[in-house]
Each structure stands twice: as C-alpha cells, then as structure tokens.
C-alpha cells in the first residue's frame, strides 16, 4: 500500500489519480499513522513556502511513524516538489530545520546567472538528465517533466544527485540516498513521463 501524506498541503489527490492510472489500487491518502504504518512505500507531496510545510509536518499524528517507516524500516519514500525540499537539511526560504534525510539543501536560484527573460519562479516543462536509477527504468527518450518552483535542491555530495534540470544554469532536479527519494517537479503533471515514474515507484 502506497501512502500519500496528508499534512494539510500538496496536490494529494492529482497525486492519486496518476497513481491510479498507473495501476496501483491501494494508494491512500492519509494522515493516520495506523494507516502510515502499513504502508509499504510512501509519498510526500507539498506545494507552497518551506517553513509553512515543515511546520505542518512536524504537527501530523503520522510524524514521528514518518520518520520511523524512512530511517527505520527503509521503505521507499518519494518526496515530490516542497516534500522533496522538505527532505533537506533546511531553505534559504525560511529557519527551520528540515528532516535532514539527505545533506543537501534548499537554495534560491542564481538570479546573476538567469537571463532577463527567465521569470522565477522557474515554471513549466524542463528536459532532465539522470543517472541510472530504479525511478527511471524504461524511461521515454528526451525526458521533460513539469516545474513549479523558486528554489532548488542542491545536494553535499554529488552521489546524491537523482536527475539534472537547467534554468538559467543546471542544478539538481531530484536527489536520492538509499531508500529515500526526492523530484523538485510534478510528475503528477508529467503526462507519460511522470506516469513512467510512478509505476516505477510502485514496483519498488
């Protein structure tokens, strides 16, 4: 069973129709730690500003079985845009801390680096570059998924580095370490990249 982390933020049911067109019946979207416990993959959605996320987060009954299924059991989790930010040591956006899951941190784009005609937030369809990974199996040639965001991961070490992107200048669209996975975009939104995506994430 697939749980989506109901914290009060995120696109939670866009998250479990893609879910469901990728063939997966028992995605749930939860906030109920029982049900959390159960789960055997996890995905954490979010939309909207870094500390808002992390408190709200922080505040869900299913907090502290979040942190238990991710470091302890090691199912896989998936973190999609703010969750993916939010799986981070901490934002340029805001003063709290993150989870920390993977040393990495949320940063603001380059502005000196962007042309005058690259608006931020950085927003719509963007080509990526990974490395093989499980989540890209059989992935469609020329990559593109769709982008919504002010700010960008930027991982300690490079083994942490899931997929590229470019705006402006290249930086991590997604980063990972053992079970624990992060996209800055919307495959939700990604028509049959994202679709690919998914499917792969239910089969892990």
Known sequence: MIAIIDYGIGNLLSVKNMLKKAGVTDAVITGDPGEVRRADRIILPGVGHFDYG??????????????????????????????????????????????????????????????????????????????????????????????????????????NKLCMARYGHPFAAGIQRDNIMGVQFHPEKSHKFGLRLLENFSRL
């Not at 920390?100 to 931020?120: H, K, N, S």
């Not at 490395?131 to 890209?136: Q, R, Y």
């Open 54 to 159: 992390m408190r709200k987060l922080k505040a869900s009954p299913a907090f502290d079985e979040l942190n238990r299924k991710a470091l302890e059991e090691k199912v896989p989790v998936l973190g999609i845009c703010l969750g993916a930010q939010l799986l981070t040591n901490g934002s340029e956006e805001g003063t709290e801390p993150g989870l920390g899951w993977i040393d990495a941190d949320t940063v603001r784009f380059e502005v000196d680096q962007l042309a005058e005609r690259l608006p931020i937030p950085h927003m719509g369809w963007s080509e990526i570059d990974f490395t093989p990974h499980p989540l890209f199996e059989g992935m469609y040639a020329e990559p593109r998924f769709y982008f919504v965001h002010s700010f960008y991961l930027k991982p300690k070490d490079d083994a």
